[in-house]
């Protein structure tokens, strides 16, 4: 490494966000502009450790990563090649693993960091900050450009679904010179990178539709509100693509969102959060909002079901729609501010976190939003068919069970709920004139590691096969199930997983 002893002589500095008061008043990316001398000391921080776990970790299992970067990526290698300056070849060495770094280095949760072998006794390395900076500066410089095939293969592949596992894959079988179409229902390009994931994180015109038109420009084909059924008579069919193709692979993503079903749900005011994200989103790169076609939080009182990522972006935007108060329950207890004993190194610390939503409404109302330990029991009725608030228990676990602890009953003003539960699986319709089976959780049948379904020629890959997961664990199965349809279409492959 380029200072061995730099993780001793310099103390992690996570590049901020902007500050919170001011990104409320815009739907612009939270990330401040990055700080080259500060890169350069962090990236001295990176340890010459022997076995960099950040890269390698293996998962628990087929579904569930225990730590480490999913697609596997040279991090010793670039956090050195950025502390000696040599940023172009640092970007290839990201892209060698990774076809959209612009998208993790924004939006993942970095489970590399976790990993970080200097994470054992002190802050780890900025991995992720360094991932961003790379390649925001190669496309700054020019070096992203489109690199299409020098030959075709004369083999046609249909891809349904164009969130992160439908293009990493079409950017892959694309490479090797096959002809990749991508259907995606929508009416614009990116899948869960478009609409499941709001502007201020992941911008979609400077970043999503910048990535989409390079692999347009190296030869993939788009086709937009384009639905993929076996029933609906106005669309095409997966029987019909696979008979036109010579392979097809699903990577529709798991969309059918977990519901609470409790007394009053079929109140008006209560909604998925995909309904409200992606609403807002389609409006906002429309009309700046302008059109009014979408679920205005403004002047309400919110309450945000659930926590993770969607919930996070759920309060993001609330605050920015200028909400009128906002709460977040959680089921579960607060994580521990530390490992517990039952997570260590390496696998991914599950402990306390304050996101950026989190502290944007500290910020705005002084006081984190989130409330652990509650369980809704019933929404409550302002006698015109509206929610009005929501009734609770506090809840903990014994035993391994949810628990409710009597005397805890409280009610709780709100007149827009945001349900952000998580999602079930893949919705079914694209698969009824074919026989692909579904695993016990209702997941497309295809095992990791070849990506086949039990219909000839077709292949499933992401959300739709693992269930609800990362953008990076779909990146990571869209490269892997692109090599085993080139393996499938040549009988050989010279394409990396």
């Known amino acids: 490494m380029g200072e061995v002893t730099g993780f001793l002589k310099h103390p992690r500095e996570a590049t901020p966000y ?253 909604h998925f959060a995909m309904e409200f994200l992606t609403a807002n989103t389609k409006s906002l790169l429309d009309s700046e909002l302008s059109d009014g076609n979408y679920i205005d939080a403004r002047d309400k009182d919110v309450l945000v079901i659930g926590g993770g990522d969607t919930g996070t972006d759920c309060i993001g935007t609330a605050l920015r729609h200028e909400c009128k108060s906002l709460i977040n329950f959680e089921l579960f207890a607060t994580n521990p501010d530390e490992r517990s004993e039952g997570n260590p190194w390496p696998e991914y610390p599950i402990i306390f976190r304050v996101d950026y939503g989190h502290e944007e409404a500290s910020s705005k109302f002084g006081d984190d939003p989130r409330t652990f330990g509650i369980s809704t029991t019933s929404f409550l009725d302002d006698g015109d068919g509206n929610v009005r608030g929501v009734a609770t228990i506090d809840v903990t676990m014994k035993d391994g069970q949810i628990t409710e602890l009597p005397g805890t009953e409280r009610e709780w003003r709100t007149d827009l709920v945001l349900l952000a539960l998580g999602f079930r699986g893949p919705e079914h319709y694209v698969i009824e004139d074919v026989s692909v089976r579904l695993d016990k959780r209702s997941n497309y049948l295809a095992k990791k590691g070849d990506y086949q379904t039990h219909e000839d020629k077709i292949f499933a890959a992401g959300d739709c096969r693992r269930g609800q997961s990362l953008v990076v664990n779909a990146i990571n199965e869209g490269r892997e199930a692109a090599r085993e349809i080139d393996r499938y279409l040549m009988g050989s492959t010279t394409l990396d997983g």
């Open 18 to 270: 902007r500050d919170s008061n001011g990104r409320l008043a815009d739907f612009k990316e939270i990330y401040r502009e990055h700080d080259m001398q500060r890169l350069h000391v962090q990236s001295s921080r990176c340890m010459d450790c022997g076995v960099p776990f950040c890269q390698s970790y293996a998962p628990i299992d087929h579904r569930i990563s225990r730590g480490g970067c999913p697609i596997h990526n040279q991090i010793p290698e670039w956090n050195d090649l950025v502390y000696r300056g040599h940023w172009r070849d640092a970007l290839d060495s990201l892209h060698a693993t990774n076809n959209f770094p612009e998208f993790t280095g924004r939006v993942c949760p970095a489970p590399c960091e976790g990993s970080c072998v200097l994470g054992i006794t002190s802050p780890p390395v900025t991995i992720k900050n360094i991932e961003m900076a790379i390649i925001d500066y190669g496309f700054s410089k020019g070096w992203v450009k489109p690199d299409p095939p020098s030959t075709r293969t004369g083999r046609k592949v249909a891809i349904v679904g164009s969130g992160p596992a439908g293009l990493s894959a079409a950017a892959q079988l694309n490479r090797v010179g096959h002809s990749v179409c991508v259907y995606e229902r929508e009416d614009r390009i990116g899948g869960l990178l478009m609409y499941g994931i709001p502007n201020m994180k992941l911008d979609k015109t400077e970043v999503v539709d910048r990535r989409v038109n390079l692999l347009r420009q190296e030869g993939i084909e788009f086709r937009t509100n384009a639905d993929v059924s076996g029933s609906d008579p106005g669309s095409i069919s997966l029987r019909q693509l696979a008979t036109e193709s010579d392979a097809v692979l699903l990577a529709t993503g798991s969309t059918v969102p977990n519901d609470l079903p409790r007394p009053g749900r079929e109140l008006n005011g209560i």
